[in-house]
């Protein structure tokens, strides 16, 4: 069936770059996301990526897709205190009766 | 524009007890989402509806129930509850259309005792 797999836990320090995986199982994902969630929030949409394309740049955020390798990754430029959080990777799979299929998350510490 | 919400915030039940949260999509949406949150389980789909017919459902027992109104709101029920029921429920709404993306509201913490 489907599956995304995410590392557990990233520490890095304030002011250097944070690199999150994600590998997912459903080529056939047309659009593939990443998601952020605070303490005690629910999950807030950080950006996006059209699985025909490779890179997308957002301000400090930079999402790479290697589509071969079904190979996602978010890159935090200058990371801050603020974005400590858990990210989610997720792919979209509607034709299994499922729309969205999250990743465990991944748990980014930001050391000062 | 106000966002997804989603009420109670906090729910204390007791086991063979029943529940139901609400949730409100952001205007204009159709489809409702509805997600159980654990430390063990991660993140799994319950069900979604669009336009009051549920469309998709995930892999949980029949005790886990929702229905959509005509406004696009949302409710879920979860009858005889368990302890292993206590999570965190979120809802998300979207257009429900292909090109999506999933808004989610803050979620609901129930703690079943």
């Known amino acids: 069936g489907e599956d995304v797999e995410q590392s557990l836990f990233l520490s890095v320090r304030e002011g250097d770059s944070s690199v999150i995986n994600c590998t997912y199982t459903d080529s056939s994902s047309t659009y593939l996301y990443w998601y952020k969630q605070e303490p005690g929030a629910g999950l807030q949409l950080l950006t996006y990526?059209?699985?025909?394309?490779d890179m997308k740049q957002d301000q400090r955020l930079t999402v790479l897709l290697n589509k071969k390798d079904k190979h996602l990754s978010l890159r935090i430029a200058d990371t801050q205190t603020g974005d400590s959080a858990i990210y989610f990777c997720a792919e979209s799979i509607r034709n299994y009766g499922q729309n969205f299929v999250f990743g465990p998350g991944t748990r980014l510490s930001v050391l000062p | 524009k106000a966002g997804v919400t989603q009420t109670p915030r906090y729910l204390i039940k007791t086991r063979g007890q029943q529940v139901t949260l609400s949730c409100s999509p952001i205007?204009?949406?159709?489809?409702v989402s509805w997600y159980q949150q654990t430390p063990g389980q991660g993140l799994q789909f319950l069900f979604e509806?669009?336009?009051?017919?549920?469309?998709n459902k995930g892999n949980f027992p029949g005790r886990f129930s929702g229905r959509q109104f005509s406004n696009s709101r949302s409710e879920m029920n979860v009858s005889t509850l368990e302890l292993g029921d206590s999570a965190l429920y979120l809802c998300?709404?979207?257009?429900?259309?292909?090109?999506?993306?999933?808004?989610f509201g803050s979620g609901t913490q129930l703690s079943v005792l």
């Open positions: 205007s204009g949406h159709r489809s």
């Open positions: 509806y669009f336009s009051e017919t549920q469309r």
């Open positions: 990526i059209f699985s025909n394309m």
């Open positions: 998300a709404s979207s257009f429900g259309d292909e090109n999506e993306k999933l808004f």
